[in-house]
T-cell receptor, first 116, second 110 residues
Framework: DGGITQSPKYLFRKEGQNVTLSCEQNLNHDAMYWYRQDPGQGLRLIYYSQIVNDFQKGDIAEGYSVSREKKESFPLTVTSAQKNPTAFYLC???????????????FGAGTRLSVL | KQEVTQIPAALSVPEGENLVLNCSFTDSAIYNLQWFRQDPGKGLTSLLL?????REQTSGRLNASLDKSSGRSTLYIAASQPGDSATYLCAVRNFNKFYFGSGTKLNVKP
């Protein structure tokens, strides 16, 4: 079955440590996204990528980094510069552009990151 | 910048009731609007997608409408069931970015 796989489900970060969240998709989508969700709030865009080897900052990119070396993979690194990393992180993919009726955004199950 | 607002933030209804969730957005230049369901601690599941040229979409007991000129969408749920309890989020797409509301948390009481 096609879908988006995020790992791990739970992640703990020590102070000063960088951690990487994995996102893999087999939907053959060009566009991929990383969002952060805090309790009772909507999703805020961290980074997005429309094509391999290219990505853009979203609204809250500070303290995060990404790479897009393969179409299927879009890992997110939460760096030590992110002082408040505790949140639920969601990865998504879609067809770029208008896409018509196929232009649905699909989501992974999420990774919950906590600080030790 | 696009701002998306959802009202109410929470809603509790008895089973069997019909209900309406509201979503408003500030920039009408959207590609589409999507309604999602989110269960606690889970990812988002797409419910309905309305293209900017469409007025409504239906799936089972769900009906979503879109009035792009006024910046509003509604999600109508008919004959609500306890299994409908979840948080419902709307998102609009401007170019290559999606903007989300903060959601409506729905509780359907048996």
């Amino acid at each position: 079955d096609g879908g988006i796989t995020q790992s791990p489900k739970y992640l703990f970060r020590k102070e000063g440590q960088n951690v990487t969240l994995s996102c893999e998709q087999n939907l053959n989508h060009d566009a991929m996204y990383w969002y952060r969700q805090d309790p009772g709030q909507g999703l805020r865009l961290i980074y997005y990528s429309q094509i391999v080897n290219d990505f853009q900052k979203g609204d809250i990119a500070e303290g995060y980094s990404v790479s897009r070396e393969k179409k299927e993979s879009f890992p997110l690194t939460v760096t030590s510069a992110q002082k408040n990393p505790t949140a639920f992180y969601l990865c998504a993919s879609s067809i770029p552009g208008r896409g018509g009726s196929r232009n649905i955004q699909y989501f992974g199950a999420g990774t919950r990151l906590s600080v030790l | 910048k696009q701002e998306v607002t959802q009202i109410p933030a929470a809603l509790s209804v008895p089973e069997g009731e019909n209900l309406v969730l509201n979503c408003s957005f500030t920039d009408s230049a959207i590609y589409n609007l999507q309604w999602f369901r989110q269960d606690p601690g889970k990812g988002l599941t797409s419910l309905l997608l309305i293209q900017s040229s469409q007025r409504e979409q239906t799936s089972g007991r769900l009906n979503a409408s879109l009035d792009k000129s006024s910046g509003r969408s509604t999600l109508y749920i008919a004959a609500s069931q306890p299994g409908d309890s979840a948080t419902y989020l709307c998102a609009v797409r401007n170019f290559n970015k999606f903007y989300f509301g903060s959601g409506t948390k729905l509780n359907v009481k048996p």
